[in-house]
């Protein structure tokens, strides 16, 4: 069984930034995609951002493109959400997603991924 525990975010203010954390734990990951999503109260689950096992190749929604970056560390089976120039509406729960025995990064709906992390508060105030 694998497990994916999200760490970080919290209240910020905007312009700054703040980094995610999703670690696996549990058996070993082969080949996988590792995903981030968003879900503001009443909304949908939004993409945020994808990344292959080996961190060689990376999707973003295009409102976060140049801001977030996803990476991946395979030693430490975490994958990290850097989030630069923080706006208010970045505030929402964000969540962590694996697709096993896959390697393409164009997985954007929720239901490709089938393992998901318990989420993580970001608050940006203006």
């Known amino acids: 069984q694998v497990q994916l525990v999200e760490s970080g975010g919290g209240n910020v203010q905007a312009g700054d930034s703040s980094r995610l954390s999703c670690a696996a734990s549990?058996?070993?990951?082969?080949?996988?995609?590792m995903g981030w999503f968003r879900q503001a109260p009443g909304k949908e689950r939004e993409f945020v951002a994808s990344i292959n096992w080996t961190g060689g190749r990376t999707y973003y929604l295009d409102s976060v493109k140049g801001r977030f970056t996803i990476s991946i560390d395979n030693t430490k089976k975490t994958v990290y959400l850097l989030m630069s120039n923080l706006k208010p509406e970045d505030t929402d729960d964000y969540y962590c997603?694996?697709?096993?025995?896959?390697?393409?990064?164009?997985?954007?709906?929720?239901?490709?991924?089938?393992?998901w992390g318990q989420g993580a508060q970001v608050t940006v105030s203006s």
């Open positions: 997603a694996v697709r096993e025995d896959y390697s393409l990064v164009l997985l954007l709906r929720e239901d490709d991924y089938h393992l």
């Open positions: 549990g058996r070993t990951l082969s080949t996988y995609v």
